[in-house]
Nanobody, 123 residues
């Protein structure tokens, strides 16, 4: 398994941007699909985006398409989530996740999770 640590969350006004980072420890990072999920108060954890381990294919939730961009740097064991045009409804705790599957969109398919980082978007 791999260990994940997120950073980069914070408070931002609507329309602003944030960049989340996920540092991954483990020698087999390049063989894991990586994803970002989020959970708002009183709501279930939801899929945001995933990136495959082999060809860099990406998959986005409809709610963030065109605003969020995921990337990974296998040499540095890092995953990034660039979030632009943020909206108040993007407010949530954001979690980095890793899966042995080629790609994943369900939380149940993740084997490792970070501790989460809070993103708050004010109106």
């Amino acid at each position: 398994q791999v260990q994940l640590v997120e950073s980069g969350g914070g408070l931002v006004q609507a329309g602003g941007s944030l960049r989340l980072s996920c540092a991954v420890s483990g020698r087999t990072f390049s063989r894991y699909a990586m994803g970002w999920f989020r959970q708002a108060p009183g709501k279930e954890r939801e899929f945001v985006v995933a990136i495959s381990w082999n060809d860099g294919s990406t998959y986005y939730a409809d709610s963030v398409k065109g605003r969020f961009t995921v990337s990974r740097d296998n040499a540095k064991n890092m995953v990034y989530l660039q979030m632009n045009s943020l909206k108040p409804e993007d407010t949530a705790v954001y979690y980095c996740a890793a899966s042995r599957q080629k790609v994943f969109r369900g939380a149940a398919d993740a084997q490792s999770w970070g501790q989460g980082t809070q993103v708050t978007v004010s109106s």
